[in-house]
């Protein structure tokens, strides 16, 4: 049984065992506007929390995505460099950014649940 | 007594002269006009200007004492007393290279372009529909640099050449992540001032570098992240560099090239020879050597460092009805989007003179290039045979236009002796002297110069005879194979009327101040008058090489003294160094000298820089870049300094306080009561003050910001001094200091003098290569300030005052003025809150942007500040009339989305979404919108006597930005798009 996670930076994490699957929310695609790039990171790549992972660009505006959690990049999205729009359509789904093995599923006590984080956003706003 | 016949009374000849004449030509609203708008101000009691600056300026801050700059005089004795100034300088023969070039810039485009205000009052082409042509001109540009230089993908310019390898330096850096390594090798045979420029930056990046000998010092060295080489040398050594690039790539670092276009022409290209990045300046082709500039450098490298490539990338697109479209690609990459995250010093071009650059290649076409090129390198040829044969050594044997002789213990005596013949040679050590030839060079030169080597023996030789002995020089494998600049633009123009009609064609596309009123919140765009322009041109300003002997450039000498005193007198400072080329850089500069004053009082520890979160993006870009740590200050909702969040962060940081940044009148618009507290608050931290420059023109003769409590400031003189945008550059952004950081300002390696207070300190490093920037558009200021008189310039900041309030009160009505300050009015531009439209309409800013198009207007500064708004600055220099009209428009385009409010218009499909509206909609056969043509094209009527008919609709960003393409596209392309 899986379990998503929200960060404040906006991403994603839905865990299943150790492996974690990390792509950005919703509602930082809709603040970002149409995504014309994504860069992603190299798999192997080990990656603090925290850690810049790579990055996503619109035409008005180009954030980092950072690691939710530690752990080793196990696979990454290679659709988005050829269709980075998918980020607008499927954030939460098909446009997933890496997937990392973490290394302390503690550090997931640090992370949003679906609730916490829609009210994070509501007082963003 | 006499009548005078017009008026009914005599009037003195003091009067009847009008020496001040100019203040009404540069000043917009007449004295009625005034009166009326004021009459129209909601706050009380200003019945004339003065009144109105009290109510809007704080008393605190304001300057007690009238300008000490001398008073106006007409604009003919202006011409004359420049014409004097010219005089003085004394335009030499240059034969002294180091990046700098006689060229000759092709009549057409001299009268077309650089003295056709079409192309040099225009903005920085962000609105893309209205800047078609300048796009274009610059995609030839980067078309031409990427088939001279072999690489992938060009920028549209960077400032110069020493900061473009600079800038290649952090970007080859950046790029290669997987190389941990912090050196950085510069092969020796570069440019001095390309060293030292790179010095400075280095410095502050925390990198190292390492000179030596490419071919013989590189191997041994340990780990480098990248390398600098130069082809053809500053010795002008040409040379096969594929060995030293081959051996960083080893090191799994990359390779940089600086190089020159003209030889590159002949030669076998960088990227043949594995070049990661290619830099180098476009001067020679077609742009004054202007005792330093402006000139355009060039920067290009491989599509898959196109995401950290600095600068500004044109791009193409395709529009709303699917033709191709030119834009600005990759904005994101940009210095003010990145802020604190930017590896980049650069935020505007050189457009103006990149067009300039393309329009020569366009002009001269392959052939002539070739000649030109060829031509030159003949004359090299033959100096070297010549001066062989007078038994002088010739260092290298391979060149392509420049040769180092070999005349020991003689270098400046031979030196001084071609002086005495009106050429000037350079020195590089008392041994060895350099002789370079460009496309100015004459068969007399030649001859005077053999004369000057030899009286007797090199009069005997002959020009003609070496002619036909001379050749081969470069090796069949560094001549370049292939044909150059293939495109069909660079094979259609060689004839004057093809040319003229093509550069006119080309201006047609674009919106600047020749048709309407460009009203950018932030920018400035006021009149550049004809007769401050005029001398930009003349050959004793144009045509002067920058380490030129100080005896040769007295005119510039006294134009930059007179200058300097006249700019610390309106800003309240002591000291100006003119060398910063633009704003960013003057930011960046400024922040190094308060560096540098820290740490010579043994508190190199301050790095902290406060700045307030509504600051341009160039702020805290520079800070990171001069090496500080940004702290942000909050803002109060009415974007003012929140000076209890500012109090504490001074506290906070007060043992490592470096500067606060702020700009004043603030971002927002707004002259903040408090400034003068915020500057107390940082200075009792510790801490230097930096004010932002940017909006000096609602403070000139009002207020001072060396008065009111700052240390440091940059001046836009392409903004408040008249200096014209270009299109999007050239800018100039001198800075202006107090006395106590006066020490600090940049010396040059080349170029003595430069900071004449530089003995009592430690000046920080060269940041541009030339040692007063872009010295040949400072007649512009010059004569602005000469013309307007304190009289005129403080009328000029006060109706620049009113011009904003009467734009404000008259769109109040119907949209919402974001902030105001005291008595309810604006400093000298207001933002309009467009985000409600949003919700109401679907309209977002951007619709009204594209909307103002088809009414012939260049929409307002977009979405910043603060997002979803309009940041309108009208400047002194537009009549009420012009007002008026803008104004016209923007209650007409209420109008508009207050029918998509009530419903009468569709919320996808209506005037605005659809704007702008282009000839191809009109003559379209079927007219399937649900609105009338004449809504759609002429909304207003008077639009009906002079339309500006945008070549494209609205330009598709997206698009541009997923699929990037910055070359020229097929001509096809156009053909089939125009059908």
């Known amino acids: 049984m899986s379990q998503i996670y929200f960060s404040e930076d906006h991403e994603w994490i839905e865990v299943e065992g150790d492996v974690g699957v990390v792509g950005i929310t919703n509602y930082a695609q809709e603040q970002l506007g149409d995504v014309v790039f994504v860069e992603t990171p190299e798999v192997g790549a080990a990656l603090d929390q925290g850690d810049e992972a790579g990055v996503v660009e619109s035409v008005k505006a180009a954030s980092e995505i950072y690691s939710p959690v530690s752990g080793e990049v196990s696979d990454v999205n290679e659709e988005l460099a050829d269709n980075p729009g998918l980020v607008n359509e499927e954030p939460e789904d098909g446009a997933w950014f890496f997937k990392i093995k973490l290394s302390d599923p503690g550090e997931l006590d640090d992370l949003m649940d679906a609730a916490a984080y829609k009210k994070f956003c509501k007082d963003q706003d | ?261 003209m030889a590159l022409v002949l030669t076998k290209s960088p990227g043949a020879m594995g070049a990661d990045v290619v830099v180098g300046s476009a001067q020679r082709f077609g742009v004054p050597m202007g005792y330093g500039g402006p000139h355009a450098a060039f920067f290009a490298t491989r599509e898959e460092y196109k995401r950290s490539t600095p600068g500004r990338i044109i791009g193409v697109s395709v529009d709303a009805e699917g033709r191709p479209a030119l834009r600005m690609a990759l904005q994101t990459r940009e210095q003010h989007i990145r802020r604190d995250k930017a590896t980049s010093n650069i935020c505007t071009a050189q457009v103006l003179l990149a067009v300039i650059a393309g329009c020569y290649a366009v002009y001269h076409g392959p052939e002539g290039l070739n000649r030109i090129s060829g031509r030159i390198h003949r004359k090299a040829e033959i100096i070297a045979e010549g001066l062989r044969r007078l038994g002088h050594g010739v260092v290298h044997d391979c060149f392509y236009d420049t040769i180092k002789l070999s005349v020991p213990g003689q270098a400046h005596k031979l030196a001084a002796r071609a002086r005495e013949s009106r050429i000037n040679l350079r020195v590089y050590d008392p041994d060895h002297l350099g002789i370079s030839v460009d496309e100015t060079t004459k068969r007399e030169d030649l001859q005077t110069l053999f004369r000057v080597f030899s009286p007797k023996a090199g009069a005997a030789l002959s020009v003609e005879g070496l002619d036909r002995e001379v050749g081969g020089t470069i090796p069949g494998k560094l001549v370049r194979r292939g044909e150059i600049l293939t495109h069909e633009v660079f094979r259609s123009y060689h004839s004057e009327t093809e040319m003229m009609r093509y550069l006119r064609w080309l201006q047609a596309k674009d919106v600047a101040l020749d048709r309407a009123m460009i009203p950018l919140g932030s920018c400035t765009m006021k009149l550049n008058a004809a007769t401050e322009m005029i001398p930009v041109t003349w050959r004793e300003f144009a045509h002067l090489h920058p380490f030129a002997p100080l005896d040769q450039a007295q005119g510039y000498q006294q134009l930059l003294e007179e200058l300097e005193a006249w700019l610390a007198d309106i800003t309240g400072y002591e000291a100006i160094s003119f060398m910063p080329n633009a704003g960013s850089q003057g930011e960046y500069t400024g922040l190094l000298v308060i560096r540098q004053y820290h740490a010579s009082r043994g508190e190199g520890h301050r790095k902290i820089c406060l700045i307030p979160s509504s600051a341009h993006g160039t702020n805290p870009a520079s800070a990171v870049m001069a090496g500080l740590e940004v702290v942000v200050v909050e803002c109060d909702h009415q974007g003012n300094v929140d000076v209890a969040d500012l109090k504490t962060k001074a506290e906070k940081h007060a043992d490592d306080l470096a500067a606060i940044m702020i700009t004043y009148p603030s971002t927002h618009g707004v002259f903040e009561e408090k400034v003068s507290e915020i500057c107390d608050i940082v200075h009792a931290h510790g801490g230097q003050v930096y004010v932002d420059g940017a909006n000096l023109n609602a403070m000139v003769g009002i207020c001072r910001p060396g008065d009111f409590g700052a240390d440091v400031s940059h001046l836009n003189l392409h903004k408040t001094f008249c200096i014209p945008h270009g299109g999007g550059g050239p800018g100039m952004g001198p800075i202006g200091v107090k006395r106590h950081l006066a020490p600090f300002l940049p010396e040059h390696p080349l170029v003595d003098g430069v900071n004449p207070a530089a003995h009592e300190g430690q000046p920080v490093g060269p940041v541009s290569a030339a040692p007063y920037g872009s010295a040949s558009i400072l007649p512009i200021s010059w004569a602005y300030i000469r013309m307007m008189g304190p009289r005129g310039l403080k009328r000029a900041t006060q109706v620049a005052i009113l011009n904003a309030n009467y734009m404000a009160t008259r769109l109040g009505d119907h949209f919402k003025v974001l902030y105001t300050g005291r008595n309810g009015l604006v400093a000298h531009e207001c933002i309009l809150d467009c985000r409600p439209f949003e919700e109401t309409a679907g309209v977002t800013v951007e619709d009204i942007a594209k909307r103002l198009v088809d009414f012939g207007f260049h929409a307002p500064t977009m979405s910043w500040p603060v997002p979803g708004t309009l940041m309108i600055e009208p400047t002194e220099s537009e009549s009420k009339r012009e007002l008026d009209r803008f104004c016209d428009a923007m209650i007409q385009i ?52 002079d339309k500006f008919w945008p070549p494209v609709a609205r330009v598709d960003n997206v698009a541009g930005d997923r699929n990037l393409i910055c070359t020229c596209p097929p001509m096809e392309d156009y053909r089939a798009a125009a059908e």
Do not use: C
């Open chain 2, 1 to 261: 007594m006499s009548i005078d016949w017009q008026h009914g009374e005599r009037l003195t000849l003091e009067a009847l002269e009008v020496r001040d004449d100019f203040l009404r030509r540069h000043i917009g609203p007449t004295e009625d006009e005034v009166s009326a708008m004021l009459a129209t101000l909601a706050a009380d009691g200003v019945a004339d200007l003065d009144q109105l600056t009290d109510a809007a300026v704080p008393k605190s801050i304001r300057q007690t004492q009238e300008l000490s700059v001398p008073d106006s005089i007409s604009e003919r004795q202006t011409q004359s007393a420049l014409r004097a100034m010219a005089r003085r300088n004394k335009v030499f023969v240059s034969m002294i290279g180091a990046g700098y070039h006689g060229t000759i810039t092709p009549p057409v485009i001299l009268r077309n372009v650089l003295e056709n205000p079409g192309w040099y009052t225009a903005y920085t082409p962000y609105q893309a529909e209205v800047s078609q042509g300048r796009l274009e001109a610059l995609l030839n540009f980067q078309q031409m640099v990427v088939d001279l230089t072999g690489m992938e993908l060009a920028n549209a310019s960077l400032l110069d050449e020493a900061t473009a390898a600079a800038e290649a330096m952090a970007m080859v850096k950046r790029a290669n992540r997987k190389n941990k390594a912090e050196r950085f090798f510069v092969d020796a045979d570069v440019h001095p001032q390309t060293l030292a420029v790179l010095k400075t930056r280095a410095a502050h990046l925390g990198l190292q570098i390492v000179i030596g000998d490419a071919e013989t010092d590189l191997e041994a060295e340990g780990e480098l992240f990248g390398l600098l080489v130069q082809n053809p040398g500053t010795s002008g050594r040409l040379r096969d560099v594929s060995g030293p690039i081959a051996a960083i790539h080893a090191k799994g670092g990359l390779a940089i090239v600086a190089t020159d276009p």
């Open chain 2, 894 to 945: 209420r109008e508009e989305i207050a029918a998509i409010e009530r419903g009468d218009a569709d919320r996808e499909n209506n005037l605005l979404k659809n704007a702008p509206h282009t000839h191809h909609l009109l003559t379209a056969e079927a007219w399937e919108r649900p609105y009338s043509k004449e809504a759609a094209f002429f909304p207003l009527k008077q639009i009906r006597e």
